[in-house]
C-alpha cells in the first residue's frame, strides 16, 4: 500500500482552478510525489489549488519544502497563483502553523468558500 | 549511553536501518511504539517522533546521500522526568548549528524550500548536541524534559 494518495480534480469551467486531495504522509520520502502533483497542475495551467489535507496523517519539513516550492513556480508563472488548504488534520495544521505558513497558505473550509474568495464559479 | 541515577530508567530502545528514506516510516513506529507503552503525553510523542524523524532525514540526506548501504542508529532512553535520543551515523559530518539558524520571515519571504528540519528539532527539543566522535562516527543527541 503506498504510503501516499492523491487525486486531483478540475472544478472550473475554465480549468484555472483544482482541489488536490491528498492522504497518508507527506515526509521526505513522498513529498516528492506530493510536489510533482502540484507542479503538474501548474504546468497544465492551473493558478488556483486547494489542497484538502484533511488525511494527512503526517508531515514534515519535506512536506512544508514541497508546498513552498511548489508556490515558488507558480508565483513565478503567474504572479496571481494561489495554493491555499482546504480543511486539515490535527498534525498537520500544527506543524505548518508552527512555521507560520498558515501565512502564506490561507486556509478555507469548503470549496465553495474559496471559490467565492476567488471570485470563481465552479463547474 | 551514560545512567543517569537521580531518574528512573523506564525503557529503553534502539533501531538501526539503512540510509534509505523508505525506512522513516519504520522509525517514526518505533519511536511512537516506544514512547506510547510509557504513557507519554500523545502531543510529545507527537513531537519526538517528528523531530526523530527529521534527525534520521537528515542523515540519510546530508552525511548519507540516500545510500541504503549505510545504517544509522537510533537508541531511547525514556526516564521518568525525560527522554534521550541519540542517532549514530558513519557518515559525511555537517555543521548542525549552522543548519538551525533560520530566519523563518526571510525564508517564507524568499520562498526558501530546505532547511528546516534542523529548525523544526531544535524547536521541540530542549537540548540537542551534535559531535563527531574521535571513532569517526557523528554522534546527535537530544534531550526532551516531560511535563
Known amino acids: 500500500m503506498s504510503d501516499i494518495n492523491i487525486v486531483e480534480e478540475i472544478i472550473t469551467d475554465n480549468f484555472d482552478t483544482a482541489v488536490l486531495t491528498v492522504e497518508g504522509v507527506i515526509d521526505a520520502n513522498t513529498a516528492s510525489i506530493f510536489e510533482n502533483s502540484l507542479l503538474n497542475l501548474i504546468n497544465r495551467g492551473v493558478i488556483?489549488?486547494?489542497?484538502d489535507v484533511e488525511k494527512v496523517t503526517y508531515i514534515s519539513s519535506a512536506g512544508l519544502g514541497a508546498f513552498m516550492s511548489a508556490l515558488d513556480t507558480l508565483e513565478n508563472k503567474n504572479n496571481k497563483g494561489?495554493?491555499?488548504?482546504?480543511k486539515s488534520s490535527p498534525q498537520f495544521i500544527k506543524v505548518f502553523n508552527m512555521m507560520g505558513f498558515d501565512e502564506i497558505f490561507k486556509s478555507?473550509?469548503?470549496?465553495?468558500e474559496a471559490l467565492k474568495a476567488w471570485g470563481k464559479n465552479g463547474k | 549511553m551514560e545512567n543517569n541515577t537521580s531518574e528512573t530508567l523506564l525503557v529503553k530502545g534502539s533501531l538501526e536501518v539503512p540510509g534509505s528514506y523508505n525506512y522513516l516510516k519504520s522509525v517514526r513506529h518505533f519511536v511512537s511504539?516506544?514512547?506510547?507503552l510509557n504513557i507519554i503525553k500523545k502531543e510529545e510523542t507527537d513531537n519526538i517522533v517528528l523531530v526523530v524523524d527529521e534527525a534520521v532525514a537528515?542523515?540519510?540526506?546530508?552525511?548519507?546521500?540516500?545510500?541504503?548501504?549505510k545504517f544509522l542508529q537510533v537508541y531511547i532512553e525514556v526516564y521518568t522526568k525525560h527522554i534521550k535520543i541519540e542517532i549514530i551515523d558513519r557518515g559525511k559530518s555537517f555543521d548542525f548549528d549552522k543548519f538551525g539558524d533560520v530566519d523563518l520571515e526571510e525564508y517564507k519571504k524568499e520562498r526558501r524550500?530546505?532547511?528546516?528540519?534542523i529548525y523544526l528539532i531544535k524547536r521541540l527539543i530542549d537540548k540537542a548536541e551534535y559531535k563527531k566522535e574521535e571513532k569517526g562516527f557523528n554522534r546527535l543527541k537530544l534531550i526532551?524534559?516531560?511535563?
Open chain 1, 108 to 112: 478555507f473550509n469548503t470549496i465553495e
Open chain 2, 58 to 69: 537528515n542523515v540519510i540526506e546530508h552525511s548519507y546521500k540516500c545510500d541504503p548501504t
Open chain 1, 82 to 86: 494561489k495554493i491555499s488548504i482546504l
Open chain 2, 144 to 147: 526532551k524534559y516531560l511535563n
Open chain 2, 33 to 36: 511504539i516506544l514512547l506510547t
Open chain 1, 48 to 51: 488556483n489549488i486547494l489542497v
Open chain 2, 113 to 117: 524550500k530546505g532547511g528546516l528540519g
